[in-house]
């Protein structure tokens, strides 16, 4: 898979960077699970700073109920491929109804991979995950939505982490639920309590419905009373684009060294800057501030993405250069939209349809978006395990 992978680059910079990070990426420079927080660091068991990685493989959480991909390549092909792209990680989005109902995945979804047809979901999840282990990549559980469907928008049913179906006692029983299935996996290192909270919810406030901070406490005491060793992320309200509050009102969970937070960031996230300073003070204000001073909480950007070649995405202007910078510049972890090559069924999804924010192609053997890699090569942005 590695070699189809560089022969489909067409850039022999490109190819050559990824080269150079197979090799950089050998046992010597892998994480070792559990992770922990000191101050605005993540470290591995040995105590060595880790800087995730990551990228965000979806399908758990949208009509097929598994990841894409699994019907043009082998699972395995596929988590070698992650890995020779030079990340440490993946976030895997799930939805609380695949946890509750657990279908059978329909075999037009699993045709490269037979051996899966008649499984369930979460037993081609538990697949899925060893295969990201053995291949020693983290694993990230993002709770992306309760009704499995393509996100985000205000009114989709997704927006607070319950709805009318879905209550909070089972988003909690749910995270309880995944979280006890993978304590004796190792490499499952973080739960990502809710994608991208919006429809009302607040950061703190005197409305227990709505206030999401009140609520991420419990869900991540819940995650803890699990499994100790895992990381707690935390999500803003509004998209996670905004976490202006959460200096004045900081999570508090019941252990230490457990908690990270995680804002998102697109083109469309912030006005447009004039210049390079502008952008950074935005950003700063918005989120950035959480570490470094008296807060230094971790942060990882959960989220960032961009059509697959960014010159088509003119209107974003010089935001993802700026943004790259700015992660560079001050370590932040982060996590990018998406592995996928083409669409899962969901609101306004075609299954199979090519995924114009996906870094690889339709057939998910070969890099679709080569631009954004060398953008991230400019930036200084070098994907590795340990920085």
């Known amino acids: 898979m590695f070699s189809r992978l560089l022969r489909g680059c067409g850039c022999l910079m490109l190819c050559g960077w990824l080269f150079a990070l197979q090799v950089a990426y050998g046992e010597r420079g892998l994480a070792v699970p559990p992770l922990r927080t000191d101050g605005a660091a993540i470290k591995d068991s040995r105590g060595a700073v880790v800087r995730l990685v990551s990228v965000s493989w979806y399908g758990f959480d949208q009509g097929e109920f598994v990841v894409g991909g699994l019907d043009h390549a082998p699972l395995k092909d596929l988590a070698r491929q992650i890995r020779a792209m030079g990340f440490n990680s993946v976030r ?17 979804a699993l045709s490269a991979n037979p051996e899966f047809r008649g499984k369930h979901a979460l037993e081609i999840m538990d697949a899925v995950i060893n295969a990201l282990a053995a291949e020693h990549l983290l694993v990230i559980l993002d709770n992306h939505v309760s009704r499995a469907d393509w ?24 995270w309880k639920t ?84 995680s804002p998102h960031n697109y083109g469309w996230s912030q006005p447009t800057p004039q ?70 069924s969901g609101e306004g999804r075609l299954y199979g349809k090519t995924e114009t924010y996906g870094l690889l192609s339709t057939d998910y053997q070969h890099i679709a978006a080569p631009n954004v890699l060398k953008k991230m090569e400019a930036a200084g942005l070098r994907p590795a395990s340990v920085k």
């Open 92 to 108: 895997l989005p799930w939805a609380n109804q695949t946890v509750e109902s657990n279908p059978v995945v329909p075999d037009y």
């Open 151 to 174: 996100c985000c928008n205000d009114k989709d049913g997704n927006g607070l982490w319950y709805n009318h179906d879905y209550p909070e006692q089972q988003w909690t029983k749910d």
């Open 275 to 344: 210049g390079y300073e502008e952008f950074k003070g935005y950003l700063h204000h918005k989120w950035g501030y959480l570490g470094s001073g008296d807060h230094s909480i971790p942060i990882w950007v959960g989220e960032f993405g961009v059509c697959q070649n960014p010159e088509d995405c003119r209107q974003f202007g010089s935001w993802l250069p700026f943004l790259l910078r700015y992660m560079a510049e001050t370590g932040v972890g982060w996590s990018y939209w998406s592995l996928n090559g083409t669409q899962s």
């Open 178 to 261: 995944l979280v006890r299935r993978y304590k004796s996996q190792p490499y499952v290192v973080g739960a990502d309590l809710r994608n991208e909270p919006r429809s009302g919810a607040k950061w703190g406030g005197n409305d227990p419905a709505v206030d999401w901070h009140a609520a991420a406490e419990r869900g991540g005491s819940a995650v803890l009373a699990e499994n100790q060793n895992l990381l707690v992320i935390v999500e803003g309200p509004n998209y996670s684009l905004n976490l202006e509050d959460f200096g004045r009102l900081p999570v508090r969970l019941p252990v230490a060294h457990r908690l990270v937070y």
